[in-house]
């Protein structure tokens, strides 16, 4: 089982910009497609974007297109999100987590993120 | 784009009782839907996915069933620790991968 810690959440003025970092553990890095889906508060899970083991295959929402990108170091064993152009309708707790033909078996904690002036 | 809809907002049944849950695609998706379980202040869980096979230490008590566009989750017995909201995904089409919009399950 996939083990994943985010960091990097916090308040952020709107236009401006965050990195969101997922470390994993307890298993091959590099062998695994990797998401990010975030939940506004009271609302439904959106899953915004994912990206292949190797890092060459990148999707990714509509609502985040152009703005948003995500990355992997497989290395490191970590998973990025960078955040840019931020809106007050990106504030979300987002999770990173391993995705398995469309599925997501493992979950990290969280990490909230509020787009306010 | 493929909309997933729960019909219940929101669900009361007492402990020990059977739940019933359901999500309807707006196009068939196969059995490609997957069932989450989620506490507050918690990250989701993964309970079921291919439409029935439970995920590794899911109890059995938790059942999906369904293909095409209509899919349920029953729960049998209910514990005290089974009240949370339930999420359906599909993951048929990257559209991208929705998720329904929940159902809470609360104590009656």
């Known amino acids: 089982q996939m083990q994943l810690v985010e960091s990097g959440g916090g308040l952020v003025k709107p236009g401006g910009s965050l990195r969101l970092s997922c470390a994993a553990s307890?298993?091959?890095?590099?062998?695994?497609?990797m998401s990010w889906v975030r939940q506004a508060p009271g609302k439904r899970l959106e899953w915004i974007s994912y990206?292949?083991?190797?890092?060459?295959?990148?999707y990714y929402a509509d609502s985040v297109k152009g703005r948003f990108t995500i990355s992997r170091d497989n290395a490191q064993n970590s998973l990025y999100l960078q955040m840019n152009s931020l809106r007050v309708e990106d504030t979300a707790t987002y999770f990173c987590?391993?995705?398995?033909?469309?599925?997501?078996?493992?979950w990290g904690q969280g990490a909230p993120v509020t787009v306010s002036s | 784009e493929i909309v997933m809809t729960q019909s219940a907002a929101t669900l009361s049944v007492s402990p020990g009782e059977t739940a019933t849950l359901s999500c309807r695609a707006s196009?068939?998706?196969?059995?490609?839907v997957a069932w989450y379980q989620q506490k507050p202040g918690q990250a989701p869980r993964l309970l079921i996915s291919?439409?029935?096979t439970r995920a590794t230490g899911v109890p059995a008590r938790f059942i999906g069933s369904g293909s095409g566009t209509d899919f349920t989750l029953t729960i049998r017995s209910l514990q005290s620790e089974d009240f949370a909201v339930y999420y359906c995904?599909?993951?048929?089409?990257?559209?991208?991968?929705?998720f329904g919009q929940g159902t809470k399950l609360e104590i009656k």
């Open positions: 196009q068939s998706v196969s059995t490609n």
């Open positions: 990206i292949s083991g190797s890092g060459s295959a990148k």
């Open positions: 987590a391993h995705m398995h033909y469309g599925v997501l078996p493992d």
């Open positions: 995904q599909q993951n048929n089409t990257w559209s991208p991968y929705p």
């Open positions: 307890g298993v091959t890095f590099s062998e695994y497609y």
């Open positions: 291919g439409a029935s």
